[in-house]
């Protein structure tokens, strides 16, 4: 009889731990529940990414996608990536464009922790970001003003993960 008491004081207890474990999604400062929504719509669209600069798959802004990555040893980039990668070898890259037709805010929604440049001409955009340990989808969200009617190259690079999930969209106040 104890024995079956302890059991279900148990599992009343640990029911009550989880339901008290926050989301880490919830830690973001921005509110990221569209970038959540597009991510975990299903299926996504797979796109392989490119490995160069030409030519690569263009996405629309507003939709969700499964980018397979190549070997970052393969990968030759638009510009350098702004961030050194310490293992090349296990991390995996690649290269995609969009366009968004309406200057303003945008934001990058990944789920993984994979360097992120946008290049626009020659130049890469700055950015800011912010990346939640435990949320996986988004992991990582950037943010970067862009400028209208022109393709952009959105580059990967530094982490393992071979397929990411990335979402772009105009940020609220873009709308």
């Keep these: 009889m104890k024995s079956k008491l302890l059991a279900a ?27 959540r929504a597009l991510m975990a719509a299903e299926p996504l669209r797979i796109v392989p990414a490119s490995k160069s600069g030409e030519s690569p798959p263009l996405l629309e802004v507003g939709k969700a996608y499964a980018l397979a990555l190549v070997p970052q040893a393969e990968a030759q980039f638009a510009v350098a990536p702004g961030r ?47 990346s939640r340990r435990g949320c996986q989808k988004p992991h990582k969200v950037v943010a970067l003003q862009l400028s209208a009617g022109r393709d952009l190259v959105l580059q990967l690079s530094g982490a393992a993960p071979e397929t990411v999930v990335v979402a772009i969209i105009a940020s609220p106040a873009t709308r």
Excluded: M, N
């Design 9 to 35: 004081s148990l599992v009343v207890l640990s029911t009550l731990a989880s339901a008290a474990d926050p989301d880490p999604c919830e830690a973001f400062t921005w509110d990221v529940s569209r970038e």
């Design 84 to 130: 050194p990668t310490k293992d090349v070898a296990s991390s995996h890259a690649g290269l995609v464009r969009f366009r968004v037709e309406t200057a303003g805010l945008y934001r990058i929604a990944l789920s993984s922790s994979h360097w992120v440049d946008v290049i626009d001409g020659d130049a890469v955009v700055p950015s800011q970001d912010q």
